[in-house]
T-cell receptor, first 113, second 115 residues
């Protein structure tokens, strides 16, 4: 699975958009970009995933560059409850390798009032 | 209802003891996992089971033995506990579909402390 690089930490003001970048320059054609987050003392929570098109759901938007070497997770209106560690993960589609999520150190997002 | 539930939430035990952590999912998924999060907060997969069969074993010591009595349960039994086993253990499940990608659902974790 491709390796990802994320900033160690970021801050965001409550109500503003939080833009979390991720580099995955070695991503291959059949690998998806996944985002999970882990709020303190809880299990990881799925946010969104995509292959090459931009994706949006009720939690966030995912913008993937045309060359697929980087992506940005956007939380449009961050709240204090969005304070968490955000993990960008690249994973192959399907098969028995699915679920072997390789978590890096992630980005600690702190949303402040 | 909790989708993926683990018990116990906290477990404190002495070195050398044998303990089990239970995991159950009510999502109808056919794949379940155990992850370990160490003191440095790195999350690493330990095991993966698909339809009760082991498909991933990430060089975990033999003291760790997962048991899957049915698709909805994946228990983790640990023999001869060592100090280094202290960590938070997360159970997860997913619908392993060869065509569609889906997400993994995680339990709330079991904090194991070996003293």
């Amino acid at each position: 699975d491709a390796k990802t690089t994320q900033p160690t930490s970021m801050d965001c003001a409550e109500g503003r958009a939080a833009n979390l970048p991720c580099n995955h320059s070695t991503i291959s054609g059949n690998e998806y970009v996944y985002w999970y987050r882990q709020i303190h003392s809880q299990g990881p929570q799925y946010i969104i995933h995509g292959l090459k098109n931009n994706e949006t759901n009720e939690m966030a938007s995912l913008i993937i560059t045309e060359d697929r070497k980087s992506s940005t997770l956007i939380l449009p209106h961050a709240t204090l409850r969005d304070t968490a560690v955000y993990y960008c993960i690249v994973n192959r589609s399907g098969g028995t390798s699915y679920g072997k999520l390789t978590f890096g150190q992630g980005t600690i997002l702190t949303v402040h009032p | 209802d909790t989708a993926v539930s683990q018990t116990p939430k906290y477990l404190v035990t002495q070195m050398g003891n044998d303990k089990s952590i239970k995991c159950e999912q009510n999502l109808g998924h056919d794949t379940m996992y155990w992850y370990k999060q160490d003191s440095k907060k790195f999350l690493k997969i330990m095991f993966s089971y698909n339809n009760k069969e082991l498909i991933i074993n990430e060089t975990v010591p033999n003291r760790f033995s997962p048991k899957s009595p049915d698709k909805a349960h994946l228990n983790l039994h640990i023999n001869s506990l060592e100090l280094g086993d202290s960590a938070v253990y997360f159970c997860a499940s997913s619908q392993d579909d060869l065509i569609m990608n889906t997400e993994a659902f995680f339990g709330q974790g079991t904090r194991l402390t070996v003293v």
